[in-house]
């Protein structure tokens, strides 16, 4: 059998030595060996950091964006062949959809989120720009700008495919190169998956390499610009973090751990209503995806004390219809744990759990399995257990990582929130019920502990993604024992892998340094409208100049009986006299708007294909009859659509009044086309 190959360096390598078997958790037959001998970590490393980093931080967000587009359409065409891998690890069809699929819709996800909210540059500003004097000279802005060194990505066994692209996206999308580490039980399928990404030729050759087997020395050449972003145990994540090199060199370091995930049933949810069998369905389904192996699967089933029985009841009828055995079958709903080494775990756990209950449904010695050697394969009973006292601190602190649960019940919703914390930190919880006081009590009180909540009733129920779906737009992590990180998140997850600077300088310098105009840099007014210039032709700080036009109380009288916005600041001088704001009857903001579009626009068929919205809108000195309006527009940030036949422009709106004062600012988006 064939020791599994890493890709380091630029090219593929066998560990020495005859390596460790790894074994198909359903039939127990070798699949691979696996061996990391003689593998020089360190040059690994340097190549990422000196060929990775540089080829993608010549991309722009939205180049890097289109490629984690064009690599997920690419991995997709070899799903069944991911498939067929992921059942040797134990997995179902349903769990490895769960997992494949999933890694590529974090692909999809995050190549939309950079494309849509991210610039066509390579420098990300964040937030507004910073006024730090009075003159308007001396200005500041947040910028966001790579890493130089490479994210170490060491990934758990229990989703080799997703666990590894929910962690390359966002550092992907940064410019930031991987070093992908998987877990060594199921690395056989990460292994094929990279070949596939290397195999592609799709991404710049040092973003992605991959070390299979052991880290050794890994961490040991660590330097400030590398991100180390963990999933695994609680355990783990607490001795990598004091890792000498992490310390030394202050290493970002993200930890995803186990956790002792929490739902809670609501007091509304009685047997027949919508959210009690919601509960049922939801904690069954927690306990037998993946047979039970996922870091946010409910480990503690918290329940009104007078509805025990009935949830109990309603568990062990589910669960009696679980098919255990070889995924290859159709009929079968829950497939083996990853090893059987994992199995003897899981079953230290429960003995530990059995202090504290009693176990109502399953056996940890015997399950009867379908198309399977129940010895052989590292297959496990769903076991359901009940800790009738919520004070025993077991259930609060032991996790079996496997398909457990323990009913544990509760009085009030001061009590539910206390026991959830109990967990000291988690990366989900869900409270199930529709009774909004009792809701916002829980969530409100057990946000602190978690890293996402699910509210789940019948209102959602339909289109909810469930208690154990990570999703890449929200984040992914938690407090405490879940490790104090947080992964993917959109934006949130890519701005991870940058260098957050505070950058102060005159408006000039911070608009060439940006990209994006600043108010009070020079502007450049031309004899040709902005209006009449394709993308390529617009300059950051082209500007034009339009008006005054003379606000008259027949224009705002006019504007009132066509819109039917008669409020009475408009109409009613009286009382618009009394209104502190007010000297007299005021124009309608919407008609200042209208009025300085009518100044500005160009009539004429152009390159402004249309407009796009407006945003930042502020109102800030009101405009009476008489009052006559001036509107600067100022091309602020040009943003290409890569493969596009058009852009976006952002402009800066100023309006303001014949005293130079200015009555309403905003940006202005339009589409404006390519030259053909």
Same mark, same amino acid.
């Given at each position: 059998?064939?020791? +599994?190959?890493?890709?380091?360096?630029?090219?593929?390598?066998?560990?020495?030595?005859?390596?460790?078997?790894?074994?198909?958790?359903?039939?127990?037959?070798?699949?691979?060996?696996?061996? *990391?001998?003689?593998?020089?970590?360190?040059?690994? #490393?340097?190549?990422?950091?000196?060929?990775?980093?540089?080829?993608?931080?010549?991309?722009?967000?939205?180049?890097?964006?289109?490629?984690?587009?064009?690599?997920?359409?690419?991995?997709?065409?070899?799903?069944?062949?991911?498939?067929? +891998? =992921?059942?040797?690890?134990?997995?179902?069809?349903?769990?490895?959809?769960?997992?494949?699929?999933?890694?590529?819709?974090?692909?999809?996800?995050? =190549?939309?989120?950079?494309?849509?909210?991210?610039?066509?540059?390579?420098?990300?500003?964040? $937030?507004?720009?910073?006024?730090?004097?009075?003159?308007?000279?001396?200005?500041?802005?947040?910028?966001?700008?790579?890493?130089?060194?490479?994210?170490? @990505? !060491?990934?758990?066994?229990?989703?080799?495919?997703?666990?590894?692209?929910?962690?390359?996206?966002?550092?992907? #999308?940064?410019?930031?190169?991987?070093?992908?580490?998987?877990?060594?039980?199921?690395?056989?399928?990460?292994?094929?998956?990279?070949?596939?990404?290397?195999?592609?030729?799709?991404?710049?050759?040092? =973003?992605?390499?991959?070390?299979?087997? /052991?880290?050794?020395?890994?961490?040991?050449?660590?330097?400030?610009?590398?991100?180390?972003?963990?999933?695994?145990?609680?355990?783990?994540?607490?001795?990598?973090? %004091?890792?000498?090199?992490?310390?030394?060199?202050?290493?970002?370091?993200?930890?995803?751990?186990?956790?002792?995930?929490?739902?809670?049933?609501?007091?509304?949810?009685?047997?027949?209503?919508?959210?009690?069998?919601?509960?049922?369905? @939801? +904690?069954?389904?927690?306990?037998?995806?993946?047979?039970?192996?996922?870091?946010?699967?409910?480990?503690?089933?918290?329940?009104?004390?007078?509805?025990?029985?009935?949830?109990?009841?309603?568990?062990?009828?589910?669960?009696?219809?679980? &098919?255990?055995?070889?995924?290859?079958?159709?009929?079968?709903?829950?497939?083996?744990?990853?090893?059987?080494?994992?199995?003897?775990? %899981?079953?230290?756990?429960?003995?530990?759990?059995?202090?504290?209950?009693? !176990?109502?449904?399953?056996?940890?010695?015997?399950?009867?399995?379908?198309?399977?050697?129940?010895?052989?394969?590292?297959? #496990?009973?769903?076991?359901?257990?009940?800790?009738?006292?919520?004070?025993?601190?077991?259930?609060?602190?032991?996790?079996?990582?496997?398909?457990?649960?323990?009913?544990?019940?509760? /009085?009030?919703?001061?009590?539910?929130?206390?026991?959830?914390?109990?967990?000291?930190?988690?990366?989900?919880?869900?409270?199930?019920?529709?009774?909004?006081?009792? %809701?916002?009590?829980?969530?409100?009180?057990?946000?602190?502990?978690?890293?996402?909540?699910?509210?789940?009733?019948?209102?959602?129920?339909?289109?909810?993604?469930?208690?154990?779906?990570?999703?890449?737009?929200?984040?992914?992590?938690?407090?405490?024992?879940?490790?104090? $990180?947080?992964?993917?998140?959109?934006?949130?997850?890519?701005?991870?892998?940058?260098?957050?600077?505070?950058?102060?300088?005159?408006?000039?310098?911070?608009?060439? !340094?940006?990209?994006?105009?600043?108010?009070?840099?020079?502007? &450049?007014?031309?004899?040709?409208?902005?209006?009449?210039?394709?993308?390529?032709?617009?300059?950051?700080?082209?500007?034009? !100049?339009?008006?005054?036009?003379?606000?008259?109380?027949?224009?705002?009288?006019?504007?009132?009986?066509?819109?039917?916005? *008669?409020?009475?600041?408009?109409?009613?001088?009286?009382?618009?006299?009394?209104?502190?704001?007010?000297?007299?009857?005021?124009?309608?903001?919407?008609?200042?708007?209208?009025?300085?579009?009518?100044?500005?626009?160009?009539?004429?068929?152009?390159?402004?294909?249309?407009?796009?919205?407006?945003?930042?809108?502020?109102?800030?000195?009101?405009?009476?009859?008489?009052?006559?309006?001036?509107?600067?527009?100022?091309?602020? @940030?040009?943003?290409?659509?890569?493969?596009?036949?058009?852009?976006?422009?952002?402009?800066?709106?100023?309006?303001?009044?014949?005293?130079?004062?200015?009555?309403?600012?905003?940006?202005?988006?339009? +589409?404006?086309?390519?030259?053909?």
């Amino acid at each position: 059998m064939s020791v +599994l190959r890493s890709y380091l360096s630029g090219s593929w390598q066998e560990g020495g030595g005859e390596g460790a078997p790894l074994r198909d958790a359903v039939t127990g037959e070798e699949v691979a060996r696996i061996s *990391t001998a003689g593998l020089d970590r360190a040059a690994a #490393l340097e190549y990422g950091r000196r060929v990775g980093g540089p080829a993608l931080r010549e991309l722009t967000f939205h180049q890097r964006a289109a490629l984690l587009k064009a690599l997920a359409s690419h991995l997709r065409e070899h799903r069944e062949e991911l498939y067929a +891998l =992921s059942a040797r690890t134990g997995a179902t069809l349903g769990d490895s959809k769960f997992d494949v699929d999933g890694g590529f819709g974090t692909l999809f996800a995050f =190549s939309s989120k950079g494309r849509r909210e991210m610039p066509n540059d390579t420098v990300y500003v964040d $937030g507004a720009v910073e006024p730090l004097g009075k003159g308007g000279t001396f200005v500041a802005q947040h910028i966001c700008t790579p890493l130089h060194g490479v994210a170490v @990505q !060491i990934n758990a066994f229990n989703f080799p495919v997703w666990g590894p692209l929910e962690k390359l996206a966002p550092a992907f #999308l940064a410019g930031m190169p991987s070093l992908v580490k998987p877990a060594e039980q199921t690395a056989y399928l990460t292994a094929r998956l990279v070949e596939l990404i290397v195999e592609s030729g799709i991404l710049p050759e040092g =973003s992605v390499q991959l070390l299979t087997g /052991e880290a050794g020395d890994l961490l040991d050449h660590l330097t400030e610009q590398d991100v180390v972003a963990f999933t695994g145990s609680a355990d783990t994540a607490a001795r990598l973090r %004091v890792h000498p090199a992490v310390v030394r060199h202050a290493v970002r370091f993200n930890a995803e751990a186990d956790s002792l995930n929490v739902s809670i049933l609501g007091p509304d949810a009685t047997p027949g209503t919508p959210e009690f069998d919601l509960y049922v369905k @939801q +904690l069954v389904s927690e306990m037998t995806v993946k047979a039970g192996q996922k870091c946010t699967a409910i480990r503690r089933a918290l329940v009104p004390a007078d509805r025990m029985e009935d949830v109990a009841e309603a568990v062990r009828a589910r669960l009696a219809k679980v &098919t255990v055995g070889n995924p290859a079958n159709p009929d079968v709903r829950m497939g083996a744990l990853a090893t059987l080494e994992q199995r003897e775990e %899981v079953r230290r756990s429960l003995k530990g759990l059995l202090d504290a209950g009693t !176990i109502l449904f399953g056996d940890p010695a015997h399950v009867d399995v379908v198309d399977a050697d129940a010895e052989r394969g590292a297959f #496990l009973s769903p076991i359901l257990l009940r800790a009738d006292d919520p004070a025993r601190a077991e259930p609060h602190e032991i996790e079996a990582f496997g398909p457990v649960s323990t009913l544990i019940p509760y /009085e009030g919703a001061e009590q539910a929130v206390e026991l959830a914390a109990r967990g000291r930190g988690s990366l989900a919880g869900s409270v199930v019920s529709a009774d909004a006081d009792f %809701v916002r009590t829980v969530v409100l009180g057990a946000a602190p502990w978690h890293g996402r909540l699910l509210v789940l009733n019948g209102a959602d129920a339909k289109e909810s993604t469930g208690h154990g779906s990570p999703l890449p737009m929200l984040v992914h992590g938690g407090p405490g024992r879940a490790g104090g $990180g947080e992964e993917m998140g959109g934006v949130r997850g890519v701005v991870h892998h940058m260098q957050r600077t505070a950058v102060q300088a005159d408006p000039a310098m911070l608009t060439a !340094i940006t990209g994006r105009w600043v108010p009070g840099a020079e502007r &450049t007014v031309t004899t040709d409208h902005p209006f009449r210039k394709h993308l390529e032709d617009l300059r950051v700080g082209d500007t034009v !100049i339009a008006g005054p036009r003379r606000v008259t109380l027949e224009d705002v009288e006019h504007f009132a009986e066509f819109t039917g916005d *008669t409020f009475y600041a408009h109409m009613d001088e009286e009382a618009a006299a009394a209104n502190p704001f007010f000297d007299g009857r005021v124009a309608h903001g919407y008609l200042v708007l209208s009025f300085a579009a009518g100044l500005f626009v160009d009539p004429d068929p152009g390159p402004v294909l249309a407009n796009y919205g407006l945003e930042n809108l502020r109102f800030l000195t009101p405009v009476y009859p008489g009052d006559e309006m001036t509107a600067t527009l100022t091309a602020k @940030q040009l943003i290409p659509r890569e493969g596009a036949e058009h852009g976006e422009v952002r402009w800066d709106v100023d309006v303001t009044n014949q005293k130079g004062e200015s009555v309403a600012k905003y940006d202005l988006l339009t +589409l404006v086309a390519k030259r053909a």
